[in-house]
């Protein structure tokens, strides 16, 4: 399996930039895609193909990389978008990383 | 809109069977697979496999198989999943999702809540 490893927690303050990266155990391509889940809820769909935005998705949000080291950055954060997000890979079978918390500053 | 609901939450004594439900609508359901993934505290987000649900052809994570029994209902535009010999390490969130391609999930249902507990 691949394994994507994530930091399980990040900090910020509303107006500034969140940058959550993933780490792949071997190289998926752009085949990355990043969801939002927040608390009691199922996970949202934010980015897909490494870059693409998903429909309805704000374009403060974007995404980064290929190979195994993909970005997610959020600029700037605001308060509706403390959640946990998590990375998964479509190159061999479907892994999720173990989500990253995005926490207030 | 697309939505996908799925049915209450269940809870099962250990060697038990259940049966969860996730129906489709806003969308041409044969015109899309349904995948299920697995949600828990300690493991996270885990892949259990998906339905072709035009031809009802599966396909499993290595890891579910024996546990997991992917079937579809055409007429009703429903999907389901069977947990079979019920162990505590199968308590958990199940969610039904709609894959793009095979590669992402564009919509997923609430979720299933799963207890086994003796």
């Known amino acids: 399996d691949i394994v994507l490893t994530q930091s399980p927690a990040l900090a910020v303050s509303l107006g500034q930039r969140a940058t959550i990266s993933c780490r792949a155990s071997?190289?998926?391509?752009?085949?990355m895609h990043w969801y939002q889940q927040k608390s009691g809820q199922q996970p949202k769909l934010l980015i897909y193909?490494?870059?693409n935005l998903a429909s309805g998705v704000p374009a403060r949000f974007s995404g980064s990389g290929s190979g195994t080291d993909f970005t997610f950055t959020i600029d700037p954060v605001e308060a509706d978008d403390i959640a946990t997000y998590y990375c998964?890979?479509?190159?061999?079978?479907?892994?999720f990383g173990g989500g990253t918390k995005l926490e207030l500053k | 809109q697309v939505q996908l609901q799925q049915s209450g939450a269940e809870l099962a004594k250990p060697g038990s069977s259940v049966k969860i439900s996730c129906k489709a609508s806003?969308?041409?359901?044969?015109?899309?697979?349904i995948s299920w993934i697995k949600q828990t505290t300690g493991q996270g987000l885990e892949y259990i496999g998906y339905?072709?649900?035009?031809?009802?052809?599966?396909y499993y994570n290595e890891k579910f198989k024996g546990k997991a029994t992917l079937t579809v209902d055409k007429s009703s535009s429903t999907a389901f999943m069977q947990l079979s010999s019920l162990t505590p390490e199968d308590t958990a969130v199940y969610y039904c999702?709609?894959?793009?391609?095979?590669?992402?999930?564009?919509?997923w249902g609430p979720g299933t809540m799963v207890t086994v507990s003796s």
């Open positions: 998964q890979q479509s190159r061999n079978d479907r892994t």
């Open positions: 193909g490494a870059s």
């Open positions: 999702a709609r894959p793009i391609l095979g590669r992402y999930f564009d919509f």
């Open positions: 339905i072709n649900t035009g031809s009802g052809g599966t």
């Open positions: 806003g969308y041409t359901f044969t015109s899309y697979d």
């Open positions: 071997e190289s998926v391509r752009s085949s």
